[in-house]
């Protein structure tokens, strides 16, 4: 049985974009297309998944779908359903978030939680929808990198588009001159950055190969090189590495700027 994308849903107009952007994800990689409504146990569950479903068959009539309403902690379901998802799908914000937030809380809990690949949809229609043509990832080294960039290029193959690999760097220390902390961890430094960035690529699956991978070397941090980037991006795919003690991802100080700050979906991948 081929395992489902996950779309939390929950009323709101970030969610039901979510909605959109999944079972358009769905058909692309004909998956099965599963809506989850999570609700607290002391509240009355509302027809948030009938208005939900009926997006998704308007939006995608040859989707496979399927919904389910549960009384529970709505991030605690979501990472539940996602041991068994191609993906989990959410909004930038649900209805329950404060005014000004960036993320919501649900989306950021889960992107942190999550065993498999996480998309927070966000940006403007025209990011959404597919009108650039092009799919980012971020790459850090081969070893940290690999998975994300395996999950950049299979989008970019079935969205027909180009995949832009990029990696930012800075320039060794200088003598006398003012330190700048690395874009990356030092590691990737012990290799030069254009050395770095086509060991990352070398490794990927040839069986998606006919996308076209442009490699882009930037000398700047790496949050301001993917945020640029992304401005003409229809998806922005970085990597998360399991935390080595505590249950969850390390999504770090770059990954929590680009899901608050990004202009078109954002992509975190699990680290194998």
């Given at each position: ?171 060794p220390f200088a003598a006398h001159a003012t330190p700048r902390a690395p874009s990356w961890p030092l590691e990737a430094h012990r ?13 990927l699956p040839e069986r998606y190969r006919d996308a076209e991978i442009e490699l882009r070397l930037i000398e700047a941090p790496a ?50």
């Amino acid at each position: 049985m081929t395992i489902p994308l996950v779309v939390g849903v929950d009323g709101s107009e970030a969610s039901l974009e979510a909605v959109d952007w999944g079972a358009d994800e769905a058909v692309r990689h004909e998956v099965p297309l599963h809506l989850l409504h999570a609700v607290g146990a002391d509240r009355e569950a509302s027809d948030v998944i009938g208005a939900a479903s009926a997006r998704a068959a308007g939006r995608a009539a040859e989707v496979r779908l399927t919904t389910e309403t549960v009384h529970e902690d709505a991030a605690s379901a979501l990472v539940g359903r996602g041991r068994n998802a191609f993906a989990l799908v959410l909004g930038s914000r649900g209805l329950g978030d404060l005014a000004g937030l960036l993320l919501g809380s649900v989306s950021l809990a889960v992107a942190a939680r999550a065993d498999c690949p996480v998309v927070v949809v966000r940006g403007a229609a025209e990011h959404r929808n597919g009108r650039f043509g092009t799919v980012v990832a971020g790459v850090q080294d081969e070893g940290s990198s690999g998975t994300a960039l395996q999950f950049a290029l299979r989008e970019a193959h079935v969205r027909h588009c180009r995949l832009t690999a990029v990696h930012a760097w800075s320039a060794p220390f200088a003598a006398h001159a003012t330190p700048r902390a690395p874009s990356w961890p030092l590691e990737a430094h012990r290799r030069p950055p254009a050395q770095v960035l086509e060991d990352a690529v070398r490794g990927l699956p040839e069986r998606y190969r006919d996308a076209e991978i442009e490699l882009r070397l930037i000398e700047a941090p790496a949050r301001q090189a993917l945020l640029e980037a992304a401005t003409g991006a229809d998806l922005l795919v970085v990597g998360a590495r399991p935390r080595v003690v505590h249950r969850g991802l390390q999504l770090g100080l770059i990954s929590h700027a680009l899901l608050h700050h990004a202009p078109c979906p954002v992509a975190v991948v699990p680290q194998i």
